[in-house]
């Protein structure tokens, strides 16, 4: 089956500063690529996806990647505010999986005023 | 568009125990799946349903159990309830049938069992 690994487990950056968070998964059938978002005591919350057709996307701050050849995805945060501290997920479906995502082990984001 | 629900938010059982939880998708999604969240094993997937037939199934035993009714909501059920099943149950929807759905999740169910 899939198996997503992510790094590093923890980051802290100062405000303004980029923040980077890379996985990497092993089922070349794997298609779709979303990262969410947790928040003390909520579910995860989407913040960004991509599929395998494409190699980059951007919404404002938020920026993905996908290199399929290497079977590595990563998360690019710009101009980081404290709001951005959370916990982030990376995660990976496709094949026959479905609605079924395999997620990464979590990034520890911090972001210190 | 509302999101996705659950209930009940919080609740603590007995070992031995069973529970029911619930999920309402987004309007109009038709595929539900469950996920366990702990600190030890991260986000974990328990299974998937689709037009009410369960189209993936994760690695947990058979005490868990899930079922889709025709209007798309779900339920999974806990038989036998351990300590270790203390956890986060997530709830997520998706909007199409095949592979690469856009997932949304709902707050989840905060499970204690002593």
């Known amino acids: 089956g899939e198996n997503v690994e992510q790094h590093p487990s923890t980051l802290s950056v100062q405000e303004g500063d980029s923040a980077v968070i890379k996985c990497t998964y092993s089922d070349s059938a794997s298609n779709y690529f979303p990262w969410y978002k947790q928040e003390l005591g909520k579910g995860p919350q989407l913040i960004i996806d991509?599929?395998?057709?494409?190699g980059e996307k951007k919404d404002q701050r938020i920026a993905v990647t996908l290199n399929k050849t290497a079977k590595h995805f990563s998360l690019h945060i710009t101009e980081t505010q404290p709001e951005d501290s959370a916990v982030y997920f990376c995660a990976a479906s496709g094949g026959t999986s479905y609605g079924k995502l395999t997620f990464g082990q979590g990034t520890i984001l911090t972001v210190h005023p | 568009k509302a999101g996705v629900t659950q209930t009940p938010r919080y609740l603590i059982k007995t070992r031995g125990q069973q529970v029911t939880l619930s999920c309402s998708p987004i309007?109009?999604?038709?595929?539900v799946s469950w996920y366990q969240q702990t600190p030890g094993q991260g986000l974990q997937f328990l299974f998937e349903y689709f037009s009410e037939t369960q189209r993936n199934k994760g690695n947990f035993p058979g005490r868990f159990s899930g079922r889709q009714f025709s209007n798309s909501r779900s339920e999974m059920n806990v038989s036998t309830l351990e300590l270790g099943d203390s956890a986060l149950y997530l709830c997520?929807?998706?909007?199409?049938?095949?592979?690469?759905?856009?997932?949304?999740f709902g707050e989840g169910s905060w499970l204690t069992v002593v």
């Open positions: 997520a929807s998706g909007s199409g049938s095949g592979t690469g759905n856009t997932i949304y």
């Open positions: 309007s109009g999604h038709r595929s």
């Open positions: 991509i599929r395998s057709n494409v």
